[in-house]
């Protein structure tokens, strides 16, 4: 362990003792000296008698910064809010980013929320209303209305007035949105161009006027590709009239990323990734349903290896080699699968068409189970002393890995068709069909070559 871990942790020890100890003035000094992402860590990991004394030590400015910085999930934090008096949680809100309140109030009971709604000042009650009422998992959703907008009649020393008067309050101010009088976005500024001009230069001669900006209703995901297209710190949300209703900041859009890569590998594995239960039971009954319908889609690949008991009592030897070509086919399906998954989650103009990518993989496939097959062939030919065998072995490998590389291809398209999230069931899919074809494939190339090998 370093020596600056170890100092942290002696720090965070201390903190806690001195909150256990209600030394309320050693706790503000040494508490507030951390960063808020310190702080947040420490007031995530308190019981709740010491949470209460928190609230009593800190101002409501002060925890509200600190809510700002929280990692935890916002249905959890959510619950904190029930533990502080209506009036002092309404006042923790009031000072918390728009966009984070509303993250937290969304899991709010209504009879909760209708309290902090009341309490807060009838503007901020207003504008947390209005995010609210967006649909999740959509820019409305996550943007933040505390931004920075000036006028193109202004010249640069009037713009700059007005940022550091609404500094204060805005979440970035490195981006000033150029808005008309009825607040329909026509420009941005950077805080660049401002300082590196003269004071006397009106804002239409050094705005960018093609501004890149979404709608309220895009897609989270789709706000993410261009914040990393464009290398934005921001990005503008419009609403229908092309007025501007707020911005979406990158550390939301990295919390996007994070939460979409999340649920691309739960839905492979067909596990909530990002929940940890501490209780093992209760994480077994999360998984139980998908082992079982697995188990359920598993069993037609026992159905099918037993109606050729009879070929396999004849020839022993083709039952070593099932899982092997069961299991590379898998994997062959799966790569394919990934490789698909990805190219849909590209933006519409990056997207390769369904027929180009079917024929990409298909081509990979060939050579793939060519190379493969052919390296079965000669270890199995040489192990068993019998080449018609490997062959047997070799050409289901090859068909085996072409048509799950092909499958893995086509049913992320196909879903992705039906409105079907590619992500959560193509992978559990994948698995049982490539089985499936393995072991049709492999049997019946293996029946018509039975004699040859037998009689080696």
């Known amino acids: 362990m370093s020596d600056k871990t170890v ?34 860590q420490i007031f995530s990991d308190l019981d709740q008698t010491l949470r209460g004394r928190v609230y009593r030590y800190l101002s409501a400015n002060e925890v509200g910064d600190m809510f700002d910085a929280i990692e935890e999930e916002p249905e959890d934090v959510v619950k904190y809010f029930k533990e502080m008096p209506v009036q002092y949680a309404a006042k923790v809100i009031d000072e918390m980013y728009t966009d984070n309140a509303v993250d937290i109030l969304a899991y709010a009971q209504n009879k909760d929320l209708t309290h902090y709604l009341l309490a807060l000042p009838e503007e901020r009650s207003a504008e947390i209303r209005e995010l609210l009422h967006y649909e999740d998992k959509t820019a409305g ?88 297209d464009y290398n934005f710190v921001a990005l503008p949300v419009i609403d229908y009239a092309n007025k501007l209703v707020g911005i979406i900041n990158v550390d939301d859009v990295i919390d996007v990323i994070d939460e979409e890569n999340a649920g691309e590998y739960s839905g492979l594995a067909g596990v909530d990734t990002q929940e940890t239960p501490e209780n093992p039971f209760q994480a077994s009954l999360k998984r139980l349903p998908w082992l079982i319908i697995l188990l359920v889609m598993g069993m037609s690949t026992t159905t099918l290896i037993d109606h050729y008991e009879a070929l396999i009592s004849q020839a022993s030897i083709l039952a070593v080699f099932v899982s092997l070509i069961t299991g590379t086919a898998g994997n062959a399906g799966t790569q394919s699968l990934a490789v698909a998954i990805r190219g849909l989650s590209n933006s519409e103009e990056d997207r390769r068409s369904g027929i180009k990518t079917i024929l990409s993989e298909l081509t990979t496939g060939l050579f793939a189970g060519l190379v493969t097959g052919l390296a079965v062939l000669l270890l199995v030919g040489i192990w068993k002393h019998n080449f018609i065998l490997g062959f047997v072995i070799g050409i289901s490998m090859a068909t085996a890995i072409t048509v799950a590389t092909v499958a893995g291809s086509i049913i992320p398209l196909v879903m992705d068709k039906i409105g079907v999230d590619p992500a959560v069931a193509s992978g559990p899919f994948i698995s049982t069909l490539s089985d499936l074809t393995s072991v049709l494939i492999y049997f019946n190339i293996a029946h018509q070559f039975l004699n040859f090998f037998l009689n080696t």
């Not at 942290?8 to 309320?24: D, G, H, R």
């Open 141 to 228: 959703a996550l943007m933040t209305t505390e931004y920075v907008d000036i006028f193109a009649d202004q010249d640069i020393s009037s713009a700059i007035q007005d940022i550091r008067a609404e500094a204060a309050d805005a979440e970035l101010i490195y981006y000033a949105y150029v808005v008309s009088d009825d607040n329909e976005l026509i420009g941005v500024v950077t805080l660049r161009d401002l300082l590196t001009n003269p004071e006397e230069t009106q804002i239409t001669e050094i705005m960018t006027d093609s501004v890149i900006s979404v709608p309220v209703d895009e897609d989270q995901a789709e706000v993410a590709r261009k914040v990393r």
């Open 7 to 40: 100092e942290n942790s002696n720090k965070n020890e201390k903190i806690v003792q001195l909150l256990t100890e209600q030394k309320a003035k050693l706790f503000r000094r040494e508490y507030l000296d951390l960063h808020v992402h310190e702080q947040a």
